[in-house]
């Protein structure tokens, strides 16, 4: 009887390490097997004969393995985590400097591990936004240069241990979540990320977030504002009415505030010069609106203050012209002497809002950078600008001159920008564009374009800033475009650097602009639309780089409706499918590299005219507007569609 029971226990002891040692070698030959090793020897290692421990990239801790660290050997394949579910002891993974891509992999099923690296790999899809639920041990990831898009995952930032965080190099679009506790080391920079930093992330390091367009609030210095302008929305989509009202009950105190300080600095000013006489500048420099407010102020209520005369002086210089008078006349002191609210800080300046007394709302835009022409010039082009007409363009109302900066003044359109609709409407509490919405808007856009080539025809690019922030909603959601006509003004420099027709092929291929820039810019705001995706997430500083919106909608678009390339927030396509893609491939063959090639913009007119009026039979789309359209077929549409490779 002893005997045998001690037998049992040996084998059972026996079947117990052996299986053990076994499922590991199991475990990590699975994983072996969905590799693609780049280096083809590197893994030679990897082989039964030898313990797992001997093996290259594979850490043991005496016979465990508790982490890999396969690096620099142009893996690439899939990473099977599944396999990896039999290493029971792994707490770490990296494979950095590899050439891995497509989805983030589900780490979530190894809940025990600490850390991640990913560093300089591939990895461009959305991470789920609950990739790291459960993973209590998490420590440190590392996801820096990929290409990650979406939003960053809440689960990241609910992480209870999380140290050290890097996903700069990528390009993660949206706001940046609320972390629960504050990371030791973080890195954002070099992304997409847009609105206002969480509060518990202001003491950090500036440089951490450098290179996002569209961030603010500290450690940067820039202030967040405005529904105008998606980035700076704050976040309403959690709070309450009651924060609601705290916002404005902060505002208002902060704007009493405001205007006594400006008022005690007034005095305080005034009595200063009746002791030393300087000058008051006649020029408002750059102050803000308010502050000139502030100045007017003074000019009723301290008529023995000696700015008086300057103050009269600056007034009488500030002399608005009108372009049109169907809203009556008023002058910028009236402008003024409403409490102007900030609306938003687009590339050229900052926008105001403000109230005239008779009630009409306004909108006042300031532009620095617009020196390029002189006196008469300016005054020649607002006025072309001014005589233009059309559904689709916001009208300048008048505007004010003075050789460091230019205000325009235009209505207030309530339901604020296109790009506000399309990526900031969760925080902003739009509902989201559906898809006949988005057509007419694309139409809309396309119509007012047709017109600005046909009325502005000395300019290359008449339009020249196309992009969703400059097209506005009306209140039945038709588009209005503004910031068009502007190229001939704007100072050189700033244009390239700032304005969209200096970001397409033709520019940063051969530094030239045509009369089909704006074509491109619209088959860019037509994927924008159709995807939901920021076309600035894709851009990179390397200018020779092919990394932008069409080419990475032309890798993953295989010819058919799928979830991952539309916007999901388009809801109910209702059978439209197909008008959708028709419409995709319109916005592709905008963006045609080769200008030639490229559809011109009544091509494009008529295309998305055409694309409702053939409800049925949409296999002969493309044929039957291939043979009316006389050799058009060459210019990328032929009948077998557009030729995508
Ligand atoms: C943060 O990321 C940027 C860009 O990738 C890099 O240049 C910088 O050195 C990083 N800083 C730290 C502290 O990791
Ligand atoms: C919003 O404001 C930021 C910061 O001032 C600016 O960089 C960005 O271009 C603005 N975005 C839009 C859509 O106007």
């Not at 047709?450 to 000395?458: D, E, G, M, R």
């Amino acid at each position: 009887m002893k005997s045998t029971s001690l037998i049992l226990l040996f084998i059972v002891s026996f079947l117990f390490v052996t299986s053990h040692g076994l499922s590991e070698i199991e475990s990590l030959l699975k994983f072996k097997k969905s590799l693609v090793i780049g280096r083809a020897s590197a893994l030679e290692s990897w082989d039964r004969k030898n313990p797992p421990c001997k093996w290259i990239g594979v850490l043991c801790d005496k016979e465990y393995v508790w982490g890999l660290r396969l690096e620099n050997i142009e893996l690439s394949g899939s990473l099977n985590i599944e396999a990896l579910m039999g290493l029971k002891s792994l707490r770490s993974l990296s494979f950095m400097n590899n050439k891995f891509r497509g989805p983030f992999p589900e780490f979530k099923k190894l809940g025990a591990l600490k850390s991640i690296y990913l560093s300089n790999n591939q990895f461009d899809i959305k991470i789920p936004n609950d990739a790291f639920d459960g993973m209590g041990w998490l420590k440190k990831i590392y996801l820096e240069q990929n290409k990650f898009s979406g939003e960053i995952p809440m689960s990241m930032a609910k992480l209870p241990k999380l140290l050290e965080l890097r996903l700069d190099g990528n390009r993660f679009t949206g706001q940046i979540p609320e972390f629960i506790h504050k990371p030791h080391m973080l890195n954002l920079s070099n992304n997409a990320l847009a609105g206002p930093i969480p509060n518990i992330l202001s003491t950090m390091d500036q440089t951490m977030f450098e290179g996002n367009q569209g961030l603010c609030g500290e450690p940067l210095e820039i202030k967040c504002y405005s529904p105008y302008n998606l980035s700076s929305e704050p976040k309403a989509s959690s709070k309450t009415k009651s924060s609601k009202v705290l916002y404005i009950v902060a505002a208002v105190v902060a704007s009493v505030l405001a205007i006594l300080i400006i008022l005690g600095l007034i005095i305080v000013l005034c009595r200063r010069r009746r002791n030393k006489q300087p000058l008051l500048s006649p020029e408002p420099g750059p102050s803000s609106l308010q502050k000139r407010a502030g100045i007017q102020e003074s000019d009723k209520g301290q008529s023995s203050c000696h700015s008086h005369r300057a103050a009269k002086r600056m007034i009488h210089t500030t002399k608005l012209s009108f372009l049109r008078d169907d809203k009556g006349k008023f002058e910028l002191q009236d402008l003024l002497k409403a409490s102007a609210e900030i609306l938003g800080s687009g590339c050229f300046g900052a926008s105001y809002k403000t109230v005239l007394s008779n009630g009409s709302i306004m909108v006042v835009k300031r532009f620095k950078h617009m020196n390029n022409a002189g006196f008469e010039e300016f005054q020649e082009q607002i006025t072309r600008i001014g005589r233009l007409n059309h559904d689709n363009l916001l009208p300048i109302v008048a505007y004010y001159y003075k050789k460091e900066e230019k205000l325009f003044v235009c209505d207030f359109i309530e339901k604020g920008s296109l790009a506000a609709h399309l990526h900031g409407h969760k925080s902003s509490g739009y509902p989201s564009l559906d898809w006949p919405t988005r057509l007419n808007i694309v139409k809309g856009v396309a119509r007012g374009l047709l017109y600005l080539q046909k009325n502005l025809p000395s300019l290359m690019a008449p339009h020249g800033h196309l992009k969703s922030s400059n097209v506005l909603l009306s209140e039945k959601f038709d588009p209005i475009m503004t910031d068009y006509g502007l190229i001939p003004m704007i100072n050189e420099e700033s244009a390239q650097e700032l304005m969209v027709a200096y970001k397409s092929p033709e520019y940063l291929k051969q530094s030239r602009v045509t009369n089909k820039t704006d074509v491109w810019g619209l088959g860019v705001l037509i994927l924008e639309i159709l995807t939901g995706k920021v076309p600035e997430s894709f851009s990179q500083s390397d200018k020779e780089s092919e990394a932008d919106m069409a080419n990475w909608v032309k890798s993953n678009f295989k010819g058919e409706w799928s979830k991952e390339l539309f916007d999901q927030e388009m809801g109910k396509t209702n059978n439209c499918e197909a008008e959708i893609l028709k419409l995709l491939k319109i916005g592709l063959s905008c963006c045609e590299v080769d200008v030639e090639k490229r559809l011109d913009i009544r091509e494009v007119v008529e295309m998305l005219e055409d694309l409702t009026k053939e409800r049925e039979g949409d296999d002969d789309f493309y044929s039957t507007y291939a043979s009316e359209a006389d050799g058009r077929s060459s210019r990328g549409v032929s009948s077998e569609g557009i030729n995508l490779s």
